[in-house]
C-alpha cells in the first residue's frame, strides 16, 4: 500500500468524519466500559494515578505543571497529593494557565516541582527538546510524570510524527539528564489487539457499537490479565527525577 505523505491529514479528516470523539475530563479519568478506547484510557489513568500516588508527598507550596493539557483530567490526583496545578498549552483557547510550545514554552527556569506531561511527545518534532524544557522548568530534584504511545494510529493534533519503545523512553531519560525511577506499560499483547479491534469497530460504526465495545472491552481485560505480555504494551507510563 503506497502512502501519500502529503494527504495523510486529508486521509484522516475523512475517516473520521462524523465520528469524531472529544472526550470530557471524566471520561478520560474514568472511562465507561462502553467507551470504545475503555482499554487505552483506562489502563493510562490507573497507571497516571499510582506514579502520582507514589511520588515523594511535596513540600508545602509545591506547584505542579500539566504540560499540553488545558483542562487537566488528572488535576485531582496532583491535588490530593497536595500540589498546586498550573497548565501549559499551545492553543490560547484552551483555557490553560500558560500558553505556550512545550519545547520553548518560555517558563522561568525551576518553576515546577512535578511536570505531567501525557501523550504530548508523539505530536512534537522534537521530543527530545521538550525533555529538555521539562528540564530546565524542573527545579532540581523536581519528578516527571510522562507518558507516550507505542501502538496507535496516526492521530495529528496538530502533527503526529512518533512512536515509543521501552529503550526509547529509557534513551529520552537519560538524553534529558532524567533518572528513570518507573516505567509501566499499558496492558500486552491481547489488550493492544482488543483495542484495536474496537478502533476498528468505531471506524465502521461509530458510538452506536456501545454494547459491542463493552464485551470487547471485558474479554480484553480479563484475557489479558491471563495471558501477559510485557514486550508489546499499547502505550507507557513513566516516572523520573531531575538531575
Known amino acids: 500500500m503506497r502512502l501519500d505523505p502529503n494527504a495523510l491529514v486529508r486521509s484522516f479528516d475523512r475517516a473520521r ?3 469524531e470523539s472529544r472526550h470530557a475530563v471524566t471520561d478520560r479519568v474514568s472511562p465507561s466500559i462502553f467507551q470504545y478506547d475503555y482499554l487505552a484510557l483506562k489502563t493510562l489513568s490507573d497507571d497516571i494515578a499510582a506514579c502520582i500516588a507514589g511520588a515523594p508527598i511535596p513540600r508545602t507550596d509545591a506547584l505542579a505543571l500539566d504540560m499540553g493539557a488545558g483542562r487537566s483530567p488528572y488535576r485531582r490526583h496532583l491535588e490530593a497529593r497536595g500540589y498546586t496545578v498550573k497548565t501549559l498549552d499551545s492553543s490560547p483557547g484552551s483555557g490553560a494557565d500558560f500558553v505556550g510550545d512545550a519545547a520553548d514554552s518560555g517558563l522561568p527556569d ?3 516541582d512535578l511536570v505531567l506531561c501525557t501523550q504530548v511527545l508523539e505530536h512534537t518534532s522534537h521530543p527530545g527538546r521538550v525533555m529538555q524544557e521539562m528540564h530546565r522548568i524542573l527545579r532540581p530534584g523536581g519528578l516527571l510524570i510522562a507518558s507516550a504511545p507505542h501502538v496507535w494510529f496516526y492521530h495529528p493534533h496538530p502533527g ?3 512512536r515509543f519503545t521501552q529503550e526509547g523512553i529509557v534513551q529520552l531519560c537519560e538524553d534529558g539528564a532524567f533518572q528513570l525511577l518507573e516505567l509501566h506499560g499499558q496492558g500486552g499483547s491481547v489488550l493492544t489487539l482488543f483495542q484495536v479491534c ?4 468505531y471506524g465502521a460504526v461509530g458510538r452506536i457499537g456501545g454494547p459491542a ?3 470487547l472491552n471485558l474479554m480484553g481485560r480479563l484475557l489479558d490479565r ?3 505480555n510485557e514486550l508489546l504494551c499499547h502505550n507507557f507510563v513513566w516516572l523520573a527525577r531531575r538531575r
Not at 198 to 201: R, V
Open 17 to 19: 468524519s462524523g465520528k
Open 110 to 112: 525551576g518553576l515546577a
Open 160 to 162: 503526529d510524527y512518533w
Open 198 to 201: 474496537n478502533f476498528l469497530l
Open 213 to 215: 465495545f463493552g464485551v
Open 226 to 228: 491471563a495471558v501477559p
